[in-house]
């Protein structure tokens, strides 16, 4: 069973432009979660989404930031018009459908970096 | 609000020693505490959890940690640190949600 996925890896923006981060969950698992690691700081949530549903984005920056988790497809976290604050890993983890384990895993990252 | 402390930003300790990583956590419910690892640019890994059964859980790699509710605590140990414990650890708190709340990690350097 393959883990969480999300490409790319690495990813290297100039001020101004769009990046997109994907994230495919693990097979089976509806719930996918998104999180910022800044330079030496923990993880800080930012969504948590099921299919075609943002459930909660208290932690995502009010604007320029956007997440979907389409029927079919990856999740996609979408970043407008980069600035160098931006730079940063940004995780994405997922769990099983259903409440009472809220076991989270988690994808090797993608570190965004803004020039 | 939830919040999870690490005490210590980096600890070093010897090859075959014993490892002490510290967390305290601050909740209004009983949490669900987990820790994780992370090697250099790569994921995080799930050592161990603790959801309200035994107090002292055991994990992979040789790793517990107990849960002590009146020290509000959930320390990670080990016995004998390898090399290849080498990483930055995270200590997570949620209190019956998905929202994980991290602290600030640890980061476990391993002398030979």
């Known amino acids: 069973n393959a883990g969480v996925m999300q490409n790319p890896r690495h990813l290297v923006r100039r001020r101004g432009q769009e990046a997109r981060l994907r994230c495919s969950p693990m097979?089976?698992?509806?719930?996918v979660y998104w999180y910022r690691q800044l330079p030496e700081e923990g993880l800080k949530f930012m969504v948590y989404l099921q299919k075609e549903n943002i459930i909660d984005e208290s932690g995502m920056p009010k604007e320029r930031f956007s997440a979907e988790f389409p029927k079919e497809g990856p999740s996609i976290l979408r970043i407008q018009q980069v600035v160098r604050g931006d730079s940063a890993a940004y995780f994405c983890?997922?769990?099983?459908?259903?409440?009472?384990?809220?076991?989270?895993?988690f994808g090797p990252g993608t570190r965004l970096t803004v020039t | 609000a939830q919040s999870v402390t690490q005490l210590d930003s980096h600890v070093s300790v010897s090859e075959g020693t014993p490892v002490l990583l510290r967390c305290n956590y601050s909740?209004?419910?009983?949490?669900?505490l987990f820790w994780y690892v992370q090697h250099p640019n790569k994921g995080l890994q799930l050592l161990l959890k603790y959801t309200s059964a035994a107090t002292l859980v055991k994990g992979i790699n040789g790793f517990e940690a107990e849960f002590k509710k009146s020290e509000t605590s959930f320390h990670l140990t080990k016995p004998s640190a390898h090399m290849s414990d080498a990483a930055e650890y995270f200590c997570v708190a949620t209190s019956g949600t998905y929202k994980y709340i991290f602290g600030t990690g640890t980061r476990l350097k391993v002398l030979a």
């Open positions: 909740s209004s419910y009983s949490p669900s």
């Open positions: 097979k089976g698992h509806s719930h």
């Open positions: 983890a997922s769990s099983p459908p259903g409440w009472g384990t809220y076991e989270q895993y």
